[in-house]
């Protein structure tokens, strides 16, 4: 039952930081690349 917890919880940070990792390359995208930036 814990141990379902726990890979609950490691997926959500999974997620969480996939989600940072995709913001972050959007934003470098962005700073590269000016003039598409604004959409």
């Known amino acids: 039952m814990q141990a379902a917890v726990a890979h609950r919880r490691r997926a959500e940070e999974q997620q969480r930081l996939d989600h940072t990792l995709v913001m972050l390359r959007v934003t470098i995208d962005r700073a590269e690349q ?4 604004q959409v």
């Open 34 to 37: 000016p003039h598409w930036g």
